[in-house]
Structures are given as structure tokens and as C-alpha cells.
Nanobody, 118 residues
């Protein structure tokens, strides 16, 4: 049973920072891409960033330079460092892990709320 436990969300001021963590358990994730998505009220879920076990990253253009994804393979944990936060970054952020070999093996965390407001 794959489990994803997210932490680190909360309230930040515009221009501030937050760091999200997602610890995965239940299997070996060496062949899995790990990532973050977000969903704001009334919007579709959108990609934030992904990272492979070898460290190859992919970002949505609007988040490049402000957000940094990283991964600790020994801990099966993925992080999202968010800097220069804007009110429009307010959303529920979801952790995702997906097998690169069997893409139907695709799992989601429960989501963590990030609110950017003064």
C-alpha cells in the first residue's frame, strides 16, 4: 500500500517562503517520478514540478526561478522550496508519485493547503 504524507503547508506573506515535504512509503520508488501539483478553487489541477530519481527536473514556466524541487532517495521524500510567494500561489498542493515503467501506478497525497496573504 503506497502512502504519501505531506507536510509544510500553511500561511505565508507575499514575498515569503514555505517548504513542503512529502514522504512516500509502501514500495521502492527508484523508478518513480515524484512531483507536486496544485489546485486553486475553481481551477483544474496543474503541474508545479517533477523530479526523477536521477535528479532530472521539470517545472511549469511560471514557477521556474521561484520554486525548487528536490528529492532524497534514501528517505523516499520529495521537497518543494517555494520562494517569492505570490497570492496567486494560493492552492492545495498535492504530492504525486508515478512509475516511469508502469504509468498506471500513479499515486496522490491528501493535499496540503498553502495560503499566501498579507
Amino acid at each position: 500500500q503506497v502512502q504519501l504524507v505531506e507536510s509544510g503547508g500553511g500561511l505565508a506573506q507575499p514575498g515569503g517562503s514555505l517548504r513542503l515535504s512529502c514522504a512516500a512509503s509502501g514500495r521502492t520508488f527508484s523508478s518513480y517520478r515524484m512531483g507536486w501539483y496544485r489546485q486553486a478553487p475553481g481551477n483544474q489541477r496543474e503541474l508545479v514540478a517533477t523530479i526523477t530519481s536521477s535528479g532530472t527536473t521539470n517545472y511549469t514556466d511560471s514557477m521556474k526561478g521561484r520554486f525548487t524541487i528536490s528529492r532524497d532517495n534514501a528517505k523516499n521524500t520529495v521537497y518543494l522550496q517555494m520562494n517569492s510567494l505570490k497570492p496567486e500561489d494560493t492552492a492545495v498542493y498535492y504530492c504525486n508519485v508515478q512509475s516511469r515503467i508502469f504509468p498506471t501506478n500513479n499515486y496522490w497525497g491528501q493535499g496540503t493547503q498553502v495560503t499566501v496573504s498579507s
